[in-house]
């Protein structure tokens, strides 16, 4: 049996964070995603789903009214980068709450509510082996898959990013803390006010700077005590 999934998020890239982990899980379906709740709404007018992963700020519709809008809801998941709708949101009978950015433990541990929820076998422990990735908007027409392993370091340079990876170099309009958000804080952390690197990426570590791929960038001074603490810390 497969678990039918809506994703619903006017984020582009919060959308691929939870459409990579449901791909990870062999008995889940991506029946949709959409960037707006009206779209939702037509959609499940015509398509029965089991699940919604739902934000809640959106524009026109928010979550809270898309939720209280449906007569007969499928289970939801809230996803939100605010913790202040969780009391409003259990009101509506919502399966779970999750804070952005979302660890994949965490995630997991909400779908095996959908799972008990629905009264079939939990999916194991151990998801399908595949590479985290995500889809960032290079121009207005084309969508890039870039793998996360391949991200060195992320640059801000004001209303843009420039994404350096062992696979080419890629600008974005998004802001630092936006898209530091969707990554995965085991393995990528922020540095700077203008940059945010990989972890795995450090070839070394030398006073208040690290060297990326030949390039050395300064630590900032309120970032040091967080680097030093997950790094430097960790080091033999």
Known sequence: MKIK??????????????????????DI??????????????YLKNHKVDVIFLDINMPVLDGLNFIKSLKEPPLIIVTSAYSEYAAETYELDVLDYLIKPIEFPRFMNALNKVYRRMNISQPSAEPIKSRPYLFIKIDKKKMKKVFLDEILIIESLKDYLKINTTNGRFMIHSTLSDFTDLLPAADFIRIHRSYTISINKIDAVEGNSIEIDGMRYVIGRSYLDEVKDK???SSI
């Open 5 to 26: 999934c809506l994703i619903i998020d006017d984020e582009p890239l919060a959308v691929n964070v939870i459409k990579n982990y449901l791909q990870q899980i062999e």
């Open 29 to 42: 379906e991506v029946a949709n995603t959409f960037n707006n709740a009206i779209d939702g709404l037509n």
């Open 231 to 233: 790094i430097l810390n």
